[in-house]
């Protein structure tokens, strides 16, 4: 090497390491934008009780807090516990002798939780403790120290016993960093399944995953009732659907139609993430439903999780100007998604009239009625999926319609072939259900 060439290097090695150290002094000498409180007391790992953290974090409390209060409703959604089968008497048919047709309310705000759980009429002397799953911050805690095995093997009367507080901090943060963590071990085990490894996420990911700790499909894996998400073959309903199907779960038998049933729940993550609009722009969870908000010169996430549609300047107006439009879309997208899954229900409802008279037939073809009876499946459930995910099909709506249509499909496949085991067009007849208002009744 020449001395000239020597001589640039060395320089440009100045220059650059000039260059490196100003913007280091530059970025120290700019004030930072204060996030969060500065940290004055020690909490100790999955402390349950989120005052403690709250004297740390009082704008993140503060407005946490604020989930309890919020009680009014959206066209839709929002936090009072409306009953679904008030709403939507079909749902009492469609989830016959299932536990869901004796109650089945609207979901509220996280410092609800607990005592909802505790309230709700499906519970009984035979619930499994897994139910606490997704209702309280002493969960972390006590599966650090059982193991989710031995806490789901629990029942739900001798759990509660160790279970204090609702929803809290040590759900979705860890107390020594406050970064976002997944606390919930079913969570863990069904991303390690799909070969991925949380810890190696984006902050940006992190704000929707931390979410899918609850806010997804689930079902009680064998007599351990053990915790487990249904994503071995991906998370989209038919992934899911094939899935349940491989491994012959059954979640109830429908009365006089013999189907062996599945019921959805709350699958708001699997929706979103299944190529929405958002999600493929890289928006999160958070983003519209905690958006940031400012305490003097503190800028903190809101925690008061709800309905964005309370707040659309807020929650929407971040990223749309036009805040008007984009709330309008909803109010049209909701309508739509609303209207198609009534007539799906309508649809699902013919096919279990079809099926039960073909059942109650001795002469109807076995082959046939069992065809009818995995169509019918199939068909509510993926109704479902839709009709237990919270936005009424706001968080994916091409999605959405697309499994809608499916379903409608399905159910009218189901009764066809109802019809064809019975060998009896009667059975083909194509009902609206509509409430009674004099008896109470839903009827054609
Ligand atoms: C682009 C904004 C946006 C994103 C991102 C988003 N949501 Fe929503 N979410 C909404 C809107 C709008 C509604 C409908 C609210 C209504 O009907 O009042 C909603 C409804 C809900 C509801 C029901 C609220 C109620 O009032 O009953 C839940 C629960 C929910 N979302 C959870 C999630 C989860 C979990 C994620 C991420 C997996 C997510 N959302 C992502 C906008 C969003
Ligand atoms: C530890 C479990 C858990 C985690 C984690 C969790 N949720 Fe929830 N969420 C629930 C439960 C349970 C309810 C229903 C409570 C009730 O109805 O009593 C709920 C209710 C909601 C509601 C309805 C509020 C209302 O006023 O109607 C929204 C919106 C929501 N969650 C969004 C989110 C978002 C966004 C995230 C992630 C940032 C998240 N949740 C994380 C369990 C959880
Ligand atoms: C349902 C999940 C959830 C719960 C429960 C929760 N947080 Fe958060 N928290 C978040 C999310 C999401 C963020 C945004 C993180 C990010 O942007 O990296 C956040 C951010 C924060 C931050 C960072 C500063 C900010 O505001 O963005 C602090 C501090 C914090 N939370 C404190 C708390 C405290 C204290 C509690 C209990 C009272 C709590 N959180 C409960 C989800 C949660
Ligand atoms: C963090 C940014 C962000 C937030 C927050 C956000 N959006 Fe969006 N939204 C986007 C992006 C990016 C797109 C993709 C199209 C585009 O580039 O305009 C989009 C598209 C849309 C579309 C068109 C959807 C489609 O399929 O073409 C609607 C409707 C919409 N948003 C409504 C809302 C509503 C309502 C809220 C608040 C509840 C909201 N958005 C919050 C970023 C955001």
């Known amino acids: ?50 005052e403690l953290w709250g004297r740390n974090f009082p704008n993140q409390y503060s ?13 839709y959604g929002g936090s009072s516990k409306f009953s679904h089968l008030e709403k939507d008497p079909r749902q009492v048919i ?18 609800w939780a607990l005592t909802d759980v505790r309230e709700i009429k499906r519970v009984n002397e035979t619930t499994p403790g897994t139910c606490y799953s997704c209702k309280s911050s002493d969960n972390p805690g006590l599966w650090a120290e059982m193991g989710m095995a031995e806490y789901d093997k629990m029942k739900f009367s001798e759990l509660g016993e160790h279970i204090n507080n609702t929803i809290g901090c040590a759900n979705c943060h860890e107390a020594e960093t406050m970064r976002l963590i997944v606390t919930n071990p079913a969570l863990e085990e069904a991303l390690e399944a799909q070969g991925k490894d949380w810890r190696t996420f984006s902050r940006q990911e992190m704000r929707t995953v931390v979410c899918a700790n609850c806010h997804v499909e689930y079902y009680f894996k064998g ?53 929405s609009t958002h999600y493929n722009a890289g928006v999160a969870c958070a983003d519209c439903h905690m958006p940031y908000a400012r305490d003097g010169a ?29 709330t309008g879309r909803v109010a049209v997208i909701q309508e739509q998604v609303y209207n198609t899954k009534i007539a799906t ?11 039960k008279a073909a059942t109650a037939n001795p002469a109807s073809d076995q082959a046939l009625l069992a ?70 009744a839903l009827a054609p």
Not at 404 to 429: F, G, I
């Open 223 to 275: 007599d351990g009732k053990y915790l487990t998400f249904p994503w071995q073959n991906g998370t989209k309903v038919e992934e899911m659907y094939e899935y349940y199907t491989e491994i012959g779960f059954k979640d109830w038998e429908y009365p006089e139609a013999l189907t062996p049933m599945l019921k959805a729940q709350h699958p708001e993550y699997e929706m979103f993430t299944a190529g």
């Open 298 to 326: 503190a800028k903190y996430s809101d925690h008061n999780i709800r309905s964005p549609l309370f707040q659309p300047e807020r929650a929407c107006g971040q990223c749309h100007n036009d805040v008007a439009y984009v």
């Open 63 to 75: 407005s946490f807090l604020g989930t309890g209060d919020n009680v009014l409703d959206t066209t």
């Open 345 to 355: 229900e309508d649809a699902i409802i013919d096919a279990i009239n079809a099926i």
């Open 94 to 111: 469609l989830f016959a002798a299932y536990g869901f047709s004796l109650e089945y309310n609207d979901d509220r705000g996280h410092e």
């Open 1 to 50: 090497m020449n001395k000239y060439a020597l001589l640039v290097l060395v320089g440009v090695i100045v220059l650059l390491s000039a260059a490196l150290i100003g913007t280091l002094v530059f970025m120290t000498n700019k004030p930072v934008e204060s996030r969060a409180v500065q940290v004055i007391y020690d909490i100790a790992p999955m402390e349950p009780d989120s």
């Open 371 to 440: 065809e009818a009876r995995e169509l019918h499946r199939k068909s509510q459930f993926y109704w479902d999926f839709v009709s237990a995910e919270n936005s009424m099909g706001f968080h994916n709506p091409q999605y959405v319609l697309k499994i809608l249509a499916e379903s409608t499909d399905l159910a009218r496949q189901a009764q066809m072939k109802a019809a064809q085991a019975a060998n009896d067009p009667s059975l083909l007849q194509v009902d609206t259900y509509y409430l009674n208002q004099e008896s109470g």
